[in-house]
């Protein structure tokens, strides 16, 4: 009687799903600013948009100022100069010496610089703005990933939930039939044998339980870290849950939808744009620039020397164009553009087994789909035939036509088509989110049909 309590509580625990329990779009929305994936692809989502204000910003004038403060000693030496200054004569041979020693020197600079024409910025820019896109093509994928495996997490709790329910159902039905099993014995009525059986298959009932609590603690957890509901009770899945895919579109539209539309796909084919830059930024043009500049300075030193007191100070000011045309850099940007070129083969050679991958797994979605209301509906017969001959069972087990083993193996049954049927229903559901994933097309308002499909 101790086991069987055990197990009835486990069974009321289990069946108190009803008002106040989280549903799926809850279990989303705590996902979604619970789960770790969502502050990753979120912080890249903002890095990315950091990278399109860089691309902004590199056309942009650069403007820079610089000073300094040393100790420095100087000497000059002219000979041979010719001199002349007002009222005086002019001389020829004139020798000039200057002369500081741990004099002081002092200099400023002010500099700005506009490009006007530089391929390789260009392609930076380009690959700064790609960048930014990928980093929003990712954001979206694991967001679709994270509904999905949100939806996934769910109905893993309340299939391993619900075979836990069945296996108590089919314990308390065993240790009954166990007692019924002994006491037809002691009368003469059964053989020994229908005792060992019932005994036999309580014991390998009590290990499928345990194994079975232990997987519904496992996808609790799982669900728990995600959206940081712990020991929620969840909404369960209605007896009569289906997709109607009676307007389904036909593949060939969902394949044209997901090789144009998927994230992965799409940010795949970004990266190889990104090496494409690359490759221009090292072509045999791309290292010229011409750039707008100005400049600004002062230069002082001042201090004592063989001759006295000295000063020198210089000051300059330009404004003008700068061309720079790289002529030999020892075959560094030839490599480089070589580089590029074959990580362009291997970026396009992914880019077509992402392209068949995505392909495949969408055949794979749709068709499930598709044919997953028909199994739902065969499976709905097959329990429903599978509980008619229970039922003929335990009227046969009674009169004597049918023996404990019978009754066992139409209790276990039984159970096994329940759970296929609801193995079937959360397939089907899942396969619907699946495909709108591949598509491109999942959101969260796609989760509002899916969690109509539940008992409120």
């Known amino acids: 009687m101790r086991k069987l309590s055990a197990f009835s ?4 625990a289990l069946t ?5 329990a989280t549903d799926l779009l809850e279990a989303w929305q705590a996902a979604s600013a619970h789960d770790p994936e969502v502050a990753i692809s979120q912080a890249a989502r903002a890095a990315g948009a950091a990278r399109r204000l860089q691309s902004s910003a590199l056309w942009r004038p650069s403007v820079r100022v610089e000073g300094g403060v040393a100790l420095m000693g100087a000497n000059s030496e002219t000979a041979g100069a010719h001199f002349s200054a007002p009222g005086l004569a002019a001389s020829n041979g004139v020798a000039f010496n200057t002369s500081v ?3 002081t020197s002092t200099n400023f600079t002010f500099s700005a610089r506009q490009p006007l024409f530089n391929r390789e910025l260009s392609a930076q820019s380009r690959q700064l703005n790609i960048a930014a896109d990928a980093a929003e093509l990712e954001w979206q994928s694991a967001r679709q990933e994270l509904i999905v495996h949100t939806a996934q997490r769910y109905f893993d709790v309340i299939l391993a939930a619900r075979k836990l329910e069945l296996l108590a159902q089919q314990q308390r039905a065993v240790d009954k039939a166990l007692v019924e099993a002994r006491d037809r014995f002691a009368l003469g009525d059964t053989p020994i044998t229908d005792t060992h059986e019932a005994s036999a298959r309580a014991m390998a009932l009590q290990a499928q339980f345990l194994a079975a609590q232990s997987e519904l603690q496992i996808v609790q957890t799982a669900l728990a ?3 940081g509901l712990a020991s929620a009770i969840l ?4 007896a009569d849950a289906v997709v109607d895919t009676t307007d389904l579109a036909p593949l060939s539209h969902w394949q044209a939808l997901a090789l144009d539309k998927n994230p992965l796909l799409r940010m795949q084919l970004a ?9 221009r930024k090292f072509s045999a043009a791309g290292g010229t620039t011409l750039d707008l500049v100005a400049q600004a300075g002062q230069q002082r030193l001042s201090g004592n020397g063989d001759f006295g007191a000295a000063s020198n100070s210089l000051r300059q000011q330009s404004i003008g164009v700068q061309l720079t045309i790289p002529l030999y850099t020892g075959g560094y940007r030839d490599a480089r553009q070589e580089e590029a070129l074959r990580l362009e083969d291997k970026g396009l050679a992914e880019v077509e087994r992402t392209r068949q991958q995505i392909g495949q797994q969408t055949q794979m979605a749709w068709l499930g789909l598709r044919a997953g209301s028909a199994r739902v509906t065969a499976l709905a017969e097959s329990l429903k035939a599978t509980r008619a001959r229970l039922d003929a069972t335990r009227l046969g087990r009674q009169v004597g036509d049918r023996t404990t083993l019978d009754l066992l193996n139409a209790e276990n049954d039984a159970s096994a088509s329940e ?5 079937a229903r959360v397939d089907l559901l899942l396969n619907q989110l699946r495909l709108y ?5 999942l959101e969260e308002s796609r989760l509002l049909p899916l969690n109509a499909q539940l008992q409120h």
């Open 419 to 423: 759970l296929a049927l609801l193995q």
């Open 16 to 20: 108190a799903m009803s008002a106040g």
């Open 9 to 12: 509580a486990v069974t009321l």
């Open 271 to 279: 990266n190889v744009q990104a090496v494409q830059e690359e490759a």
């Open 437 to 441: 994933a591949l598509a491109g097309e």
């Open 101 to 103: 020693k741990n004099g």
């Open 235 to 238: 909404q369960p899945l209605s």
């Open 225 to 227: 870290d995600a959206t």
